[in-house]
């Protein structure tokens, strides 16, 4: 192996090690998106939870006056 060949696969490693730390940070920003995307996704969750929440809350209060109450005395024997 003379000196241009060393030459030419040290080049060609140094091309992939660009490649591989691209990749890398590549994917580190990739999982930065993921994380902060399920961070507002869970924002999202929560806000339509406590809406649905405050919106049927009024019917299911109304449902549980009109409901009888439940004698739990009378069931045990």
């Not at 003379?2 to 030459?7: G, K, L, N, Q």
């Not at 990749?23 to 869970?42: G, K, L, N, P, Y």
């Given at each position: 192996?003379?000196?241009?060949?060393?030459e030419?696969?040290?080049?060609?490693?140094?091309?992939?090690?660009?490649?591989?730390?691209?990749?890398?940070?590549?994917?580190?920003?990739?999982?930065?998106?993921?994380?902060?995307?399920?961070?507002?996704?869970?924002?999202?969750?929560?806000?339509?939870?406590?809406?649905?929440?405050?919106?049927a809350?009024?019917?299911?209060?109304?449902?549980?006056?009109?409901?009888?109450?439940?004698?739990?005395?009378?069931?045990?024997?």
């Amino acid at each position: 192996m003379d000196a241009r060949e060393v030459e030419a696969l040290r080049a060609s490693s140094a091309a992939v090690a660009a490649q591989l730390e691209s990749a890398r940070d590549s994917f580190a920003e990739m999982t930065r998106i993921a994380q902060a995307s399920a961070a507002v996704m869970q924002r999202w969750k929560t806000a339509l939870g406590a809406a649905v929440d405050a919106e049927a809350r009024p019917e299911l209060d109304a449902q549980l006056d009109d409901e009888a109450p439940v004698d739990t005395n009378s069931q045990i024997e």
